[in-house]
């Protein structure tokens, strides 16, 4: 079992006392589970109090020895329910909040708490905070990029014409988690659900789903409508793996495609073409380009290589995203995205992911975790990038 070394808490809780104090917060309260990971190095039950001048406390209500085991906090305390937090508060007169992901009865609980206390949203304190990435996380995306590559070097021995989408990712994901892939996608979400990888192939690839990807795929049922499915994988029809990897809770993202005999002309020219884009935007990202324009441009490159009906979706479907950042979640910051006006900053991490769809056809497209450092850039997904035809 790997622990989070003490010297990386005690840094994050330091520069989260910073946000704090430039936030006027007296307190803040940490209820999502991969942030108060980030803060104690446990996920076990709990609820993290950062107060702005004393010692947090992770108030644990399952499984208390284990959190000291693993957290390197010293207050670290067990209750069997949040009314026992009371006691341990000093008054305050603002205090955060995770608002965002945050069920309606808790903040209606914890406002009866705190009485007469302003509360306001703390999510923004974590997510600037976790959107650099230490030589620790690095060093664990790392890992994760190596299994990643060991896994797509199996598919073409898996791979037969015949087989189902879900057969094909079943048996990837066992190899994965032979290899020390824990097997889980996390977002910062009430409401999301999905498996930790997409498998498309052919027309299975163009069928939109609930989740806000080019492409989502049809999924098993109505009752999880999305990715991988009963559909046979064929020969000659475009193949597109997703199969991002966790390790020790951090995410590498990564697509590669694939074919059975021949991959389609079109296809290939696609794939390039998202190649390309991917390369260029980074190199424009290194400029300080704000993360809007890094968009548009993106957007402009499409068209001129003569795929901008389909890239990144084709017309209401189309995402406004090109890469989401990644670390303990898939929506890390920062985004490349229409709505995010910001410099991609070095120290951060993202999965740029240019994708084209092709209606009654298929999709195809590329991805790669990168981190950006100071005036150029390192890819964690380091998986060779040829279209492999089996």
């Known amino acids: 079992m790997r622990y989070t070394p003490a010297a990386e808490i005690t840094e994050r809780l330091s520069n989260l006392r910073i946000l704090m104090e430039?936030?006027?917060?007296?307190?803040?309260?940490?209820?999502?589970?991969?942030?108060?990971?980030?803060?104690?190095?446990?996920?076990?039950?709990?609820?993290l109090f950062v107060p702005a001048d004393d010692d947090p406390i992770f108030f644990v209500k399952r499984a208390f020895p284990r959190a000291r085991k693993e957290s390197p906090l010293k207050r670290i305390l067990p209750i069997r329910s949040s009314k026992e937090i009371v006691s341990e508060l000093k008054p305050m007169k603002r205090v955060g909040l995770q608002l965002d992901v945050m069920s309606y009865n808790d903040v209606m609980q914890f406002k009866k708490f705190l009485g007469s206390a302003e509360t306001v949203d703390s999510s923004p304190l974590t997510r600037e905070l976790r959107k650099y990435k230490s030589p620790y996380e690095i060093s664990l995306m790392k890992k994760a990029g190596a299994i990643g590559k060991k896994v797509y070097a199996r598919v073409p021995e898996l791979l037969k014409e015949g087989m189902t989408e879900i057969e094909l990712g079943g048996l990837l994901e066992a190899h994965a988690k032979a290899l020390g892939h824990e097997g889980i996608l996390r977002t910062r979400s009430l409401m999301f659900e999905a498996y930790s990888w997409h498998i498309l192939s052919g027309i299975s690839g163009t069928v939109v789903s609930q989740v806000d990807t080019p492409a989502g795929g049809l999924g098993l049922s109505p009752a999880f409508p999305m990715g991988a499915g009963m559909k046979k994988i064929k020969a000659h029809e475009p193949i597109m793996i997703d199969f991002p990897i966790c390790y020790q809770g951090y995410l590498v993202d990564e697509t590669r495609m694939f074919a059975i005999g021949s991959m389609p002309e079109l296809f290939l020219k696609a794939y390039d073409a998202c190649r390309e884009i991917q390369y260029r935007v980074l190199d424009k990202a290194l400029t300080g380009m704000g993360s809007d324009k890094l968009f548009e441009y993106s957007l402009d490159l499409a068209r001129q290589m003569g795929f901008g009906a389909n890239y990144l979706g084709v017309k209401q479907h189309r995402v406004r995203f090109l890469a989401h950042g990644i670390g303990l979640e898939l929506s890390d910051m920062p985004?490349?995205?229409?709505?995010?006006?910001?410099?991609?900053?070095?120290?951060?991490?993202?999965?740029?992911?240019?994708?084209?769809?092709?209606?009654?056809?298929?999709?195809?497209?590329?991805?790669?975790?990168?981190?950006?450092?100071?005036g150029a850039y390192r890819v964690l997904s380091n998986t060779d990038e040829r279209v492999v035809v089996v």
Do not use: W
């Not at 430039?22 to 609820?47: E, P």
């Not at 229409?338 to 298929?362: D, Q, R, S, W």
């Open 22 to 47: 430039k936030a006027s917060l007296d307190g803040a309260f940490f209820h999502h589970k991969v942030d108060y990971f980030y803060l104690t190095g446990t996920m076990q039950n709990g609820i």
């Open 335 to 374: 985004f490349i995205a229409a709505a995010h006006k910001y410099p991609i900053e070095k120290n951060t991490v993202l999965a740029i992911e240019p994708k084209m769809v092709f209606p009654g056809k298929g999709i195809c497209g590329i991805e790669n975790t990168v981190l950006i450092k100071d």
